[in-house]
């Protein structure tokens, strides 16, 4: 009888690594089609649930973040419009309208709430205690920063944050780009054209030691993936890989992550639309881990899905915008904490 037990070091680490290649072998020349299966999903998140649907004469949510009281904020972009929604009391009322046509909002430690301004071209903070709004990038180098996408920060106080346009005027605008705005005010381009292709979804993970980018682009032969950076004690770039391809699909639109270092992206379509995205990349939650392996996957009702944040008094909610639909999934991991709670 032959032994196929692998009995030595050097044996199992060169099978290790065969396996690891096999997988981003999978992953760069398949897409994300051929990952789905056996998947543990109820190891990660419960059931979709509806926690309210918006009706309006044009609906394209985004953005969801919470505050310390559990409140949850969400954008519907084309109305210009931030919503707030109670979860305890069920209620859904207008936070503000003339937002900028806010895309992607998050609420620092101290309880302002960042915004990612689409139509002004603007990252703003609102004092949550005042209103007042102050703007903190809206060009760089004299130059207009292009429609502002989705951010993050760090506990320096460094906001990171994606831009992104498709007919922007050069001699005016900047290129897309991801930026890090400093405690002190002042913007540096950490990326921009053509070593990327369309910045989306940005995550700083809970150790502080990477950066998540995500690749959004609908052309053919463009990226569509999520892009994993080292980030050192300085908020810099380096060492930069493609943490899991989603092409010919749909790619992530914004993510959040857990206390583990897992993301959780929101990505997928349920019918092709009018560029090269196929139907690949299933439309919802996807559950991806620090070293690129899909492990879960929720399915949301209709398109577009297009964010997510963690919430609820465990940070155990995740929060999801899709279309017309604010989304709730519970998680078995709670959520790297975006504020601070009321308490």
Known sequence: MIDLRINTPSLRLIFSLAALLLGYALAEGQGISALYEDLQSDQYLGPVRIETRIVENQVFTEGPAVDGAGNVYFTNIPVAKILKWDPKRKTLTEFRTHSGNANGLRFTMDGDLLACEVGTGRVTRTDMASGAISVLADQYKGKAIQSPNDLDYDSEG???????????????????????????????????????????????????????VIEAHPADDRNRSILAFDLDSSGSLSNRRTLINLYPGRSGDGMCIDREGNLYVAAGLHNIRNDSETLDTRPGIHVISPEGELLAFAATPEDTITNVTFGGEDLKTLYVTCNSYLLSIPTRIPGKRTYRPDR
């Not at 346009?165 to 005010?185: F, M």
Request: charged share 25%.
């Open 158 to 212: 460094r906001i990171y944050f994606s831009s992104r346009a498709n007919n922007p005027n050069l001699a005016k605008d900047n290129l897309k780009s991801v930026y890090r705005i400093d405690a002190d005010g002042s913007i540096h381009q950490l990326l921009s054209e053509p070593e990327i292709h369309m910045p989306n979804g940005v995550v700083v993970s809970p150790d502080e030691k990477t950066l998540y």
